[in-house]
């Protein structure tokens, strides 16, 4: 067992990589999302294998809330 503490989100023990890490509007994981989408769209010959449901409900998550749907506008407003 190593003298590092495990990581618990619930308990706001995170990782190293998380201190300094900004926080993402939900247009910004919208635009991350619909990239990694097509990404998939475009290397499987059936895409709905690859997508899990939790992916898919992310995204029509993120996609309803953003305020901002066009990317020039989230560069602008980041």
Not at 43 to 62: A, C, G, I, R, W
Request: charge should be negative; proline fraction near 3%.
């Amino acid at each position: 067992m190593s003298g590092e503490e495990e990581e618990n989100a619930a308990e706001l023990k995170i990782g190293d990589e998380f201190l300094k890490a900004k926080c993402l509007m939900n247009c910004e994981v919208a635009i991350i999302l619909d990239h990694k989408y097509e990404q998939l769209q475009q290397t499987s010959d059936d895409p709905m294998n690859q997508v899990s449901q939790v992916f898919e409900k992310s995204l029509q998550y993120v996609k309803r809330f953003s305020r901002y749907k066009n990317p020039d506008a989230v560069r602008q407003v980041r």
